[in-house]
């Protein structure tokens, strides 16, 4: 546990502003696991552990249950410029721990520091953004068709929400949901994923610092998820569950909400197309393909998958990536001028290796990387396939880690066939100057969010999520308030 405090201590000198909690956040208290239990935490830069955390069982479960319940009265009868300003507190109270928070992310996710500086700030502004919708919860009122009466349509808080992180973005997957649902009045039970739950625990006691309420956030950690989630979707006063993570868990997790009909927000995998068009700025797809691939080292559900490049342009596009990806700095996410980061686990490194020996073994060329190092750490380099065939599983399964695998095209028909190829549909992405036909290809493309001539799509005020097998549901904007309410339909004579 020191050893973390003393890691994450910025290096402008400002001490960690607390011990960073490593206990159940139970109603009023950190406590630890009544089992005695706890889960070992590894720097992935070095396998070595960092600290434990405490590991909830089903009882501790249903405990937070009844604390986001003991708290939701109140909580949502608060005025809502009051839960507005609680919210810009933590907005505050984050951004003021931005360099300490990013360490802390660093040191648990392997992200490379400024991976990491970009992580907190994005999801600070999820505080901010909520905070200035916790006051626009408007209704609506109309006359029925018939006249007989008027149609009055109130938003209400939905009630105890269930939220399951994953590990890509412990800080930001956290707040894009606690944010709305402090907004809309619920309270909640968070659950980060097993192998990040220090910054969601930091987030906690900022939270508790900026005046959120006993109760009204709930943190557990958990090495056995399916039997506490289950439980508590099984709870008849939980009433919302929103998750990130694999559709495969995502999948499990609908069954068991169907059991109580529990309202569901899934943001599920992702294997987001990049499509260079022949009269795409060869600088600018560059300057995309860079974000939309290596942010995080890949390691995120918008990264680009596959890069469609029309031949034209295919060439000069290889030999630029190749140059830009092999001038990236690996290394451990703290040290200086690092811009590759660890992965997260032995497991993500397995899997990229075996995608690219799948994919070199139907006829892709590696033009750059392509091989593990040795040594301590989980890391895999920046690495570029060209000339990728069809029926390699890359295509189809996202690889979540540093490599591009690149397929050429003659017709942009045929890219949006090969676009769209595919279970998910979550983000997408178009390089062309000729703005009309970027949009075209843009509203064929099957996908909730589609950048044009860019490489992040990401933001507190658009509304993220996908289709078909990549989720259900919106979140951020507006659209990721909604999804924690209810709207209560009164029919008014007078
Ligand atoms: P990844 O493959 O990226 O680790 P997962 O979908 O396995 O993604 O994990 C995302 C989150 O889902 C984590 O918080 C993890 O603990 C949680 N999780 C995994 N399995 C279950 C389950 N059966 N029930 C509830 N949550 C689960």
């Known amino acids: 546990m020191s050893a973390v405090n003393s890691y994450a201590t ?14 159940l956040l139970i109603g009023n208290a950190w406590i630890a696991s009544s089992t005695g239990k706890r889960i070992d935490i590894l720097d992935p830069a070095n ?39 609680i919210l810009l507190a933590c907005f505050h109270g984050m951004m003021e721990q931005q360099e300490w928070l990013a360490q802390l992310i660093s040191i648990e996710n392997g992200k490379a520091l400024t991976d990491a500086r970009g992580e907190v700030a994005y999801a600070a502004e999820f505080f901010r953004w909520y905070a200035e919708e916790a006051v ?46 402090l907004a809309a009045g619920c309270t909640c039970i968070l659950k980060p994923a097993e192998e990040t739950p220090l910054t969601a625990l930091a ?37 919302k569950l929103s998750f990130t993570g694999s559709t495969e868990v995502g999948r499990i997790l609908l069954r068991e909400a169907a059991d109580s009909v529990i309202s569901s927000s899934m943001e599920l995998g992702g294997n987001a197309p990049f499509l260079i068009l022949d009269d795409a700025n060869l600088d600018d797809a560059i300057e995309g393909a860079m974000i939309a691939k290596m942010r995080n080292a890949g390691e995120a559900c918008t990264a680009a998958n596959r890069f469609y490049v029309q031949r ?31 992965m997260i686990n032995r497991a993500a490194i397995d899997k990229i290796e075996s995608l690219v020996a799948d994919a070199v073994a139907k006829g892709a060329r590696i033009e750059l990387g392509g091989e593990t190092p040795a040594g301590g750490g989980f890391f895999y380099p920046p690495s570029v396939l060209s000339n990728v065939q069809p029926g390699s599983e890359i295509l189809h399964t996202e690889v979540f880690g540093p490599v591009a695998a690149i397929i050429p095209f003659d017709d942009p028909e045929e890219a949006i066939a090969l676009a769209n190829a595919t279970e998910y549909g979550l983000a997408a992405y178009v390089y062309s100057d000729n703005l009309k036909r970027a949009l ?24 993220f999520g996908g289709v078909k097998q990549s989720g259900l549901g919106r979140e951020g904007a507006h659209h990721g308030l909604l999804e924690y309410c209810e709207a209560k339909y009164i029919a008014v004579s007078w």
């Not at 910025?10 to 206990?23: E, H, K, L, R």
């Not at 939701?72 to 009051?82: C, I, L, M, V, Y």
């Not at 006249?147 to 800080?171: C, D, E, K, M, S």
């Open 136 to 181: 626009r919860i408007t209704g609506d009122l109309s006359l029925s068709p018939s006249g007989a009466n008027r149609i009055l349509v109130q938003y209400q808080p939905i009630g105890i929400a269930l939220l399951i992180t994953p590990w890509n973005f412990p800080a930001a997957m956290a707040t894009r949901k606690i944010a709305p649902a």
């Open 47 to 85: 396998e070595q552990v960092i600290t434990s955390v405490a590991d909830a069982n089903v009882a501790e479960g249903i405990a937070a249950v009844d604390a986001a319940a003991a708290a939701a009265a109140a909580w949502a009868a608060t005025p809502p410029r009051k839960r507005a300003d």
């Open 203 to 239: 987030v906690a006691e900022i939270m508790r610092r900026a005046g959120v309420p006993d109760g009204v956030v709930n943190v557990l950690n958990t090495s056995d998820p399916g039997p506490l989630c289950s439980a508590i979707l099984h709870d008849p006063r939980v009433r």
């Open 440 to 463: 075209q290809i843009a509203e064929r493309i099957e996908c909730g969010m589609v950048a044009v001539n860019r490489g992040l799509v990401s933001d507190a005020a658009a509304p």
């Open 312 to 342: 034209g342009i295919h060439d000069a596009f290889v030999a630029k990536l190749v140059d830009r990806m092999g001038a990236m700095k690996m290394g451990p996410g703290l040290a200086d001028g690092t811009q590759c980061g660890a």
């Open 10 to 23: 910025p290096q402008d000198g400002q001490p960690a502003p607390f011990a960073i909690p490593t206990d």
